[in-house]
Structure formats: structure tokens, C-alpha cells
């Protein structure tokens, strides 16, 4: 399979928590990510796709394309936001990597079908964690 993918970054603040439990539990299970105050991160967000080698251009898509549904439907909504409070589309989803993936999965396979086939979505919160969602 041939493949493309596009790397976009973004700058968002969170805060790991669930608001039905105390502060020792949340503490417990998310650790210094459960600060009450939150904090943030510079995010990676790599965008994978595949499709039908364009043997005019050599491309499967544009790249610039794959940009602008990027930051359309992901970057322009989340960059420098509280992903708690501030993104309609996180509303009740507690925003570790693992579910950044899910969601902004959700929100691009639309569109990317429409010339493509989304493959793989990461999400990459530090130098050292990140998440990755895969097309089943």
C-alpha cells in the first residue's frame, strides 16, 4: 500500500479528570494531568492516507488539499484552546491522546474519503507519548 501523510501541530491545554470523582481518585488514575488549573502541551497531529497513484501527477492527493481538511476540520478548532472547555466536538471526552485520535479520526474520515482513503491518524502529545488510531 502507498501512503502520504501530513504532519499539522497544534497548541491546546487540558486537564485529565472526571468530574463525578473526587480529587484523590482523579489524582490516583491521571496523576499531575489531573491539576485542577491544567496545562499544556505543543501536539503533533500526522494525518495518513492512501489511494490510486495519479499517474499524470504522481501524487494520491495534494498535499495542500490534505492541509486545508486538516486545519479546517482539526487545527483551526483545537490551536491554542482548553480542549476541556473551549471545542464543542470534546464535549464529555476526557482529552488524553488516545481519545484525540478517536475523535479527530471521526471528524477527517469524512471528508478524506471524498478523494482518498484515511489510513491512520496520531497524535503525538510529547517527545515521548503519543496515540495512534488505524483503519480497521
Request: proline share 4%; glycine share 6%; aromatic share 8%.
Amino acid at each position: 500500500m502507498l501512503t502520504i501523510t501530513r504532519r499539522a501541530t497544534f497548541a491546546a491545554a487540558h486537564r485529565l479528570f472526571r468530574p463525578e470523582w473526587d480529587d484523590r481518585r482523579n489524582v490516583a488514575v491521571f496523576g499531575r494531568c489531573a491539576n485542577p488549573g491544567g496545562h499544556g502541551h505543543n501536539y503533533a497531529l500526522e494525518v495518513t492516507i492512501s489511494g490510486t497513484l495519479d499517474p499524470e501527477t504522481g501524487m494520491i492527493a495534494d498535499l495542500k488539499w490534505v492541509k486545508e481538511v486538516v486545519d479546517r476540520h482539526v487545527v483551526e478548532q483545537v490551536d491554542h484552546r482548553n480542549l476541556n472547555t473551549d471545542v464543542e466536538f470534546l464535549r464529555g471526552v476526557i482529552p488524553t491522546a488516545e481519545n484525540l485520535a478517536l475523535v479527530f479520526w471521526e471528524r477527517l474520515v469524512g471528508p478524506i474519503s471524498e478523494r482518498a482513503r484515511l489510513v491512520r491518524v496520531r497524535v503525538q502529545e510529547t517527545e515521548n507519548n503519543s496515540a495512534t488510531y488505524e483503519a480497521p
